[in-house]
């Protein structure tokens, strides 16, 4: 899978961003250790690994046992097995667009068929090209955003063609509420989907089942089956709101000082002139904004931190810079070239998003291009970022 665009040098960058590959592939270990003896613990790797660079982060898993990976789109499906080799398994979770079956099938990628539509034109494409194509089914268990209803999935199991020249490696559904562990929907969720995986086994004894995403792992071994579909955890979020994080922090993002002054009077600072500095007050004004990530929502509310220092920004973000109060922090570290830390161990992107009231994963995934990207191999000691 190859970047978008090409590196930047930290000389040129405006921000620095650090992943750690082995704190990633920690936490791969982390997860596997939950779940049942026997169940496979893929990751999904889907917008470029939410962000934070889908090639070497795919390689370090791959290196580190992972055997299944899940990407969204097609493309990203191609790209991917450039890196991976034929070896592992890639489920594309939307399938792919109609009369691409065969690039699908070309790059040896299981598609989840979600539609009536899509189990149709695969099982034409397999019947056409005489092929046995490895296929996940999914259904709908309450989300009701992809997966065959009760009564096109009670339908296809009893037309004895439909699923002819198709080889189901797996149902599947997805759970809607597993990050809120007392939501009544899990358990719903759970029955009917144990449910049409034993009506499936009749017709497919070896089918396999596959459930748990990130948080859908800490809600037991009965939610686990055979494939857990781990996403968010692995890149450091939290699984479980409300409590302790049982994954490691990931990503380190740190911004350049470009200015810092003191305001001599009385003024207001940045578009909209939102907010006020007072005689005395010193901003710091640094290469980042919207335009790589930083959002928006995180005017006058955003949170960072320099030399230990707790700071806030000051004003609106705009699209390549933004401003903090910095009144609290030593002259000493006040300097053109200092590293403001955006995204650390002590805040990590869930503790940016309260800010921004939103979730990590948009955070992460929002993470633009302009960052010089640095990442720590998987295989070095210690997972201090």
């Not at 099982?123 to 709908?140: G, H, K, P, Y």
């Not at 810092?260 to 600072?269: A, H, I, W």
Request: glycine residues 10%; charged residues 20%; proline residues 6%.
């Amino acid at each position: 899978m190859s970047a978008l665009h090409p590196p930047i040098s930290a000389d040129h960058a405006g921000a620095i961003l650090t992943i750690n590959l082995a704190a990633i592939t920690e936490n791969w270990r982390i997860l596997k250790r939950k779940l049942r003896p026997g169940c496979d613990c893929g990751a999904v790797v889907k917008a470029d690994a939410y962000g934070l660079g889908a090639p070497n982060i795919a390689a370090a898993l791959a290196g580190a046992g992972c055997k299944t990976f899940y990407v969204a789109h097609l493309g990203e499906g191609v790209e991917l097995r450039k890196v991976l080799g034929r070896a592992p398994r890639i489920i594309v979770l939307h399938g792919a667009n109609p009369g691409l079956e065969g690039e699908v099938f070309k790059h040896g990628l299981i598609p989840v068929l979600s539609t009536p539509h899509q189990i149709t034109a695969w099982r034409t494409f397999a019947s056409n090209t005489d092929v046995l194509q490895e296929t996940v089914i999914q259904v709908d268990t309450g989300m009701n955003r992809l997966g065959l209803s009760d009564k096109e999935f009670t339908g296809h199991l009893n037309d004895p063609d439909c699923f002819e020249g198709l080889t189901p490696l797996a149902l599947m559904s997805h759970l809607a509420s597993a990050n809120t562990p007392k939501h009544p929907l899990n358990k719903a969720q759970l029955e009917r989907f144990s449910r049409a995986l034993r009506v499936f086994r009749v017709k497919f004894p070896d089918a396999k089942g596959t459930l748990s995403n990130s948080s859908g792992i800490f809600l037991g071994e009965t939610w686990h089956h055979d494939y857990a579909r781990p996403g968010a955890a692995l890149y450091g979020l939290n699984p479980q709101p409300g409590n302790k994080n049982p994954m490691l922090p990931v990503a380190l993002l740190q911004a350049k000082i470009l200015q810092v002054r003191r305001v001599d009077s009385t003024e207001t600072v940045g578009y909209g002139a939102t907010f006020q500095a007072t005689d005395g007050m010193k901003l710091a004004t640094v290469s980042i904004g919207y335009a790589d990530g930083f959002l928006r929502s995180l005017s006058n509310t955003g949170a960072a931190s320099l030399d230990g220092f707790p700071i806030r920004v000051a004003g609106i973000v705009s699209m390549d810079l933004l401003t903090f109060d910095v009144s609290n922090v030593p002259d000493s570290s006040l300097r053109p070239g200092a590293m403001i830390d955006i995204l650390s161990q002590e805040q990590t992107a869930d503790d940016l998003a309260s800010h921004a009231d939103t979730i990590g994963y948009e955070i992460l995934t929002s993470l633009g291009q302009r960052y010089a990207r640095r990442y720590l191999p998987a295989n070095a000691p210690g997972l201090s970022l």
